[in-house]
């Protein structure tokens, strides 16, 4: 029995449906890579709990503990790393012609960059949810309204999304997958430890501390702190307004990344492509 | 509707200064099997990528399957298959998941799109493997894979882009077969190669491409016709007598001869027929040289891309010569 093929003229696609079977592909990848398994699910685990126990004694935070301090903090990483996942995923479809084989088929334009970033989504808050679940078992605990609550959450997803258009800009101007990886650890390791994730920006020395009070990372810590009630890691009058208004501060940084690299980004990745 | 499944007229395309393409036409006719040969760099893959409407070129028209791939690039997509240099299956996905996908994003429904996979698995003698990571798959299953995936949507036109680079003879030969079959239910098909003898056992019609250009094209007959008929060879057993041999071989068949000091093969192009061979044979008796080896041979198409683009190669690699 032969199967039948409806012709080329009856078929139909939308971006929709070529943008989830793109996103299911890099769900598949995550699942079926070890290594990317792990930086989904153990890693983070790992991470509240080594800080919590290991850190938690021999940091002091003013007003609380450490291990709700915490939180944000590494809540605030997760997210900036999910550009990591992008850019990676991305560089290797490009280097291995998978892009080439993508774009050879009557998909809806955009829903392969569509699929990678709802894939990277994916990947950023699934240890957010894993996180949390640990948070609550090591003692962290939201002391607001559920709306302040779920306004975290929320903050959450708009900067993943927003960091996912920096994972497409470095995954389309970085030649290969081991370019992304030299990158994201010479850049984003410094950009996500000079802030506030882990210690309190006061320890650190006066030039880090100006650094890490307007680094976008200790904004987004100090916004779902201040929206989850925990400790922050300056309380004050003496703070700068970063500090002071960290939800705010974060906002802006969100829509300025994504206003800035969303264009930059898909006119890197389409001239990347294009030849 | 256009009796070619492929047509293009003066293509054109630059990559900074250096021009990959300078003006190249061809057509193929529905069901035909057209080769694209020619060496490394000629152009072959910036051909494909401009007719797959992977890039757009600088100058010319091309359409496919009728449709002008510059303003009709999605319907273009939906009616061809594309396999690409490098086998692009994707290593995560079992070799099942990786056709169901090419059909969902060809939109057949996720139905068909099965149903279809598992078809070609089996038309693909990779039933058994169709559950398994495609990254287990040797390099043959890789590419039986790549070219299944090309087919999920039965395109009306099939771009092959050196379809048997890096396999080994055997697996060329699976390959081969498979492809025999697409030619019997009609599929159109333009491949490139850089193997004279795999454009001599798959395609009706050949274009040797070179540095952009159309060198020649016809089927592989009327291309070894242009070499000038048959080869009068002969391999002294003593290389001091090569200079010898070779006049007599010229002097027989009336055209200068090649002379390849390594092998110790003259030969020259006669249209003399047997009578050249024995008149040979007679000449070399009188002088009292003695041959391993003389003979008639048809041409290959190695020697009409040499006869057509020898020039190059001796440029570029002098140290081979003409066999």
Redo the contacts between chains.
Sequence with gaps: MTVHVPSADTRRGSLLGDTWVVARRGIQHIRRQPEALSDVTLQPVMFVLLFAYVFGGAIDVAGGNYREFLMGGIFAQTIVFGAFGVAISLAYDRTNGAIDRFRSLPMAKGSVLAGHAVASLMRSLLPVVLMSICGLIVGWRIHTSVADAVGGYALMIGFSFAMIWVGVLMGAMLPSPEAVQGVAFTALFPITFVASTFVPVESLPSVLRTIAEWNPVTAVAEALRTLFGNPSAIQGPDAPWSIQHPVIYSLAWMVGIIAVCAPLAVRAYNRTIAD | MSTHAIEAVGLIKR?GDKEALAGVSFEVPRGAVCGLLGPNGAGKTTAV?IL?????ADGGTATVAGLDVATRG??V??????A?Q?A?V????TGR?NLI??G??????RR?AA??AD?LLEQFDLSDAGGR?AKTYSGGMRRRLDLA?TL???P?VLFLDEPTTGLDPRARNELWDVLDTLVADGTTILLTTQYLEEADRLADDIVVVDHGRVIARGDARALKRQVGGSQLFATPTDPGDLERVAAMIGDIAGAPPGIDVPSRLVQAPTDGGPLAVSRLADALGDAGIAVDDIGLRQPTLDDVFLTLTGEHIAEEQPQEVAR
């Excluded at chain 2, 994707?90 to 996905?93: E, F, V």
């Design positions: 990559y990528r797959t409407t992977l890039t757009g999605g319907d997509r939906a009616r061809i298959g594309l690409a490098d692009t994707d290593a995560l996905l998941e996908m090419i969902e994003l060809h939109h057949l429904g068909v149903a279809r078809e990571l995936a999920v949507a039965r009306e």
